[in-house]
């Protein structure tokens, strides 16, 4: 069982605002994640983090932005949401070294903008 | 340019049957391959995995096929069950920096095993 957590599940805001989607993981995992999907298309990775204080984007332009302060902690911000931003984000978490690519997910965070 | 694709938007099958998903992908770096599965409102799940020097990879129910001249996955389920209903992504991995993994994915595909 994979001990990653995003809160929140769901979160409906009205155009404008600044939103925060947190992600934690125990696991002690260096690489973390966040992917973006729409329903029925792929997921597509928008932030990328190899460890504390270092942060990358990803395949997929997004304006959001994600800092790395603790090992454990990688939250996604949007400064102010857009209904653009309706979408569900994912965090992920891997295994330092690991080459097979799995990757464990967080149950998502799924955001819709007014 | 997608380079991991899942032509079969949707596929129903009847319990005890096989379920065959496929998957065929365009880069030629891609070292591995994965298949993870994702009920509603949760996050994905590893399923299985298989390494690019493989051609098959075996896990109970659960076998995954690897034909590189073709750039084609697919992973068989057999016996299809009930539970089995969800979506399942394809995804292949290149190198990300210099340990980790940068994973492409497919659409998905909506299995629904009927009882």
């Known amino acids: 069982e994979a001990d990653i957590y995003q809160t929140p599940r769901y979160l409906v805001i009205g155009t404008g605002k600044k939103i925060t989607l947190e992600c934690s993981q125990t696991?002690?995992?260096?690489?973390m994640y966040w992917y973006q999907q729409d329903p029925g298309m792929e997921l597509h990775l928008i932030h990328y983090?190899?460890?504390?204080?270092?942060?990358e984007k990803g395949d997929l332009s997004s304006e959001s932005t994600v800092s790395r302060i603790r090992t454990e902690h990688f939250p996604l911000t949007l400064e102010s949401a857009r209904p653009s931003h309706t979408s569900q984000y994912l965090c992920?978490?891997?295994?330092?070294?690991?080459?097979?690519?799995?990757?464990?997910f967080g149950e998502g965070s799924r955001l819709t903008v007014l | 340019d997608q380079q991991v694709k899942q032509n079969s938007p949707s596929l129903s099958v009847q319990e005890g049957r096989i379920s065959i998903l496929n998957c065929d992908y365009t880069?030629?770096?891609?070292?591995?391959f994965l298949w993870y599965k994702k009920y509603p409102a949760e996050g994905p799940t590893f399923l299985i995995s298989?390494?690019?020097?493989?051609d098959k990879n075996e896990d109970g129910r659960f076998t995954v096929f690897l034909n590189k001249s073709a750039k084609h996955l697919s992973l068989h389920i057999v016996p299809s069950q009930p539970g089995d209903s969800a979506v399942y992504f394809c995804?292949?991995?290149?190198?990300?920096?210099?340990?980790?993994?940068?994973?492409?994915f497919g659409e998905g595909t909506q299995l629904t095993v009927n009882p």
């Open positions: 880069n030629s770096m891609f070292d591995y």
């Open positions: 696991m002690g995992h260096d690489k």
């Open positions: 298989i390494s690019s020097i493989k």
């Open positions: 983090s190899y460890g504390v204080n270092s942060t």
């Open positions: 992920a978490s891997s295994v330092t070294g690991a080459r097979t690519g799995e990757l464990f």
């Open positions: 995804a292949a991995s290149a190198p990300l920096g210099t340990s980790g993994s940068r994973l492409t």
